[in-house]
């Protein structure tokens, strides 16, 4: 059974770091796309970042570029996220997902970590 297990949210400050971390099991990490998507109260979840099975190419949306980087350790079946410069917009649930390397949409799902940024 798949498990994806996020961790890392809390409450910050604006300007702040995070890092979230998610631990996948129950599937071969090294052949799954990593997302980070995340979901503010009352608005639809949105995409915040992904990274392919290697770890070569990585996209980001456009409000949290050159601020988060999304990294993988395939060894730890690991996805990360390291957020900087944390924004009181930013604050949401965020969540991992795995999609096979050739679909489009996301098979697996974790239960999500809040991150809350204070101004």
Do not use: H
């Not at 631990?23 to 090294?30: E, I, K, N, P």
């Not at 949401?92 to 996301?106: P, W």
């Amino acid at each position: 059974q798949v498990q994806l297990v996020e961790s890392g949210g809390g409450l910050v400050q604006a300007g702040d770091s995070l890092r979230l971390s998610c631990a996948a099991s129950g599937l071969t990490f090294s052949n799954y796309v990593m997302g980070w998507f995340c979901q503010a109260p009352g608005k639809e979840r949105e995409f915040v970042a992904a990274i392919t099975s290697s770890g070569v190419m990585r996209n980001y949306a456009s409000s949290v570029k050159d601020r988060f980087t999304i990294s993988r350790d395939n060894a730890m079946n690991t996805v990360y996220l390291q957020m900087n410069s944390l924004k009181p917009e930013d604050t949401a649930v965020y969540y991992c997902a795995a999609r096979q390397r050739l679909s489009e949409k996301y098979d697996y799902w974790g239960q999500g970590t809040q991150v809350t940024v204070s101004s």
